[in-house]
């Protein structure tokens, strides 16, 4: 959506309110008392009335929103600003924009939406055929003892290993003879302890159809990829890494570009989070302004103790 476009369909807070409120009435209501899901609208209360046993649940509760006390506008305006652009915002620049006092509100905020955004991306699983491979990205592990030595390569306490999974499939109308020859379609990035066999089968069993074809390298973990997926393993190198494993590899690099383009540190425990934005965006690069409506829909869907 463009800014005027926002800015015209959300121009004040109560404009902001009765779009999450039309929102919340389409995906529906459940007493957390009774279970009932049957309410009558307390317009001077701004909350819904329990029509068994007259429990309210307010506006906000059981949302992304729950407990929140920074005003619907706020979270409008950085839901905009994040499905927006390609690019993402920090928490720092997002307080700057929104004229806001204090920085932990805001960062929380911020923090729950990514959440929310990999909650959506969560019920959606991949099929047909996907490349498969790990990332390392740099983060900083605020409990690691300072003096201890750095360790390189793998294992390396500065990097957070991530598994990379995305649809691709052979596309021969392609017509950029040197482009990847392959069609991309959707994208999941999960944070991992390590690499061992176990711990990829347990997101293959998680995010992959069965019988999904599957490409890897030929790194030893992967050969005891579960029997579940149909597996190949190709030896990579550079000379044909760009056909074997192209979108796995260019996902891999544009999201280690926009977080260090946006971010001056990661926190390992959040880079989960930063991933769900990207993967979130990529999945839904066609969506155009709808994106931010079905990042709203995914606000009231997923309640707020799933974050």
Request: hydrophobic share 30%.
């Given at each position: ?36 899901t ?53 928490a ?67 990097q ?29 990035m999960?944070?991992?302890?390590n690499?061992?066999?176990e ?10 159809e ?20 149909e597996?190949?393993a ?74």
């Amino acid at each position: 959506m463009a800014i005027l476009d926002y800015y015209e369909q959300y121009p004040d807070e109560g404009s902001c309110k009765l779009k999450f409120k039309a929102v919340r009435d389409k995906q529906g209501v459940t007493c957390k008392k009774c279970g009932c899901t049957e309410h009558y609208w307390k317009k001077d209360k701004w909350s819904y009335e329990c029509k068994k046993c007259r429990f309210r649940t307010s506006l906000r509760s059981g949302t992304v929103m729950q407990s929140s006390k920074l005003p619907f506008q706020y979270w409008f305006i950085a839901m905009h600003l994040l499905t927006a652009t390609k690019k993402s915002f920090s928490a720092k620049e997002m307080q700057r924009q929104l004229g806001h006092n204090r920085y932990e509100p805001i960062w929380a905020m911020m923090h729950k939406i990514r959440s929310v955004m990999g909650l959506r991306d969560d019920t959606h699983t991949l099929t047909d055929a996907i490349e498969l491979d790990e990332g390392f990205f740099e983060t900083v592990d605020r409990d690691r003892d300072r003096e201890e030595p750095n360790k390189r390569g793998r294992g390396s306490q500065k990097q957070t290993t991530v598994l990379v999974m995305v649809e691709s499939k052979d596309s021969p109308d392609n017509k950029n003879k040197n482009g990847p020859g392959k069609k991309v379609k959707y994208l999941k990035m999960k944070v991992i302890e390590n690499l061992r066999a176990e711990t990829i089968n347990e997101e293959l069993e998680a995010g992959v159809e069965p019988g999904t074809h599957v490409t890897t390298d030929d790194y030893p973990s992967y050969k005891k990829i579960s029997s579940t997926v149909e597996h190949t393993a190709h030896k990579v190198d550079s000379a044909n890494v760009n056909k074997v494993l192209p979108w796995v590899h260019k996902a891999i690099s544009n999201a280690k570009r926009l977080l260090l383009d946006v971010h001056h540190r990661i926190d390992d425990d959040f880079l989960q989070n930063y991933l769900n934005e990207f993967c979130y965006k990529f999945n839904r690069r066609y969506f155009g302004d709808r994106t931010m409506e079905r990042l709203l829909i995914a606000g009231v869907r997923h309640r707020w103790d799933e974050l």
